[in-house]
């Protein structure tokens, strides 16, 4: 089964880097049917997430987000576009610009 790992490094203290990851589980949540939950620590947070053919969970720092996911059945065929688009997804809510071209694929695609 094909495995994500992605890691930012960032500067934004816990309560900015909790307020990003809180809105990327609720979009991912909301745009892709999974089911997550969000429990908030005092250093380190963790955001978790599934759905048939998906387990995952992201930790959140105030210097880091570390995201893992595992793919199974019709989405490890995917798993190099899944994982690009969570990458482009958490960039895009740490304000770092988007280097990528477009490829056109619309990640609802795989909902």
Request: some cysteine.
């Amino acid at each position: 089964m094909p495995e994500i790992h992605i890691e930012r490094s960032h500067r934004l203290g816990i309560e900015a880097a909790r307020a990003i990851a809180r809105k990327w589980v609720s979009e991912v949540e909301q745009d892709y049917g999974l089911s997550c939950s969000y429990e908030e620590g005092q250093a380190l947070d963790i955001g978790r997430f599934s759905r048939a053919g998906i387990d995952g969970s992201v930790e959140v720092s105030g210097d880091s987000l570390k995201l893992r996911a595992t793919l199974a059945g019709l989405f490890a065929g995917f798993s190099g576009q899944i994982e690009e688009r969570l990458r482009q997804k958490l960039d895009d809510l740490l304000g770092r610009p988007d280097d990528e071209v477009d490829d056109g694929y619309n990640d609802k695609d795989w909902r």
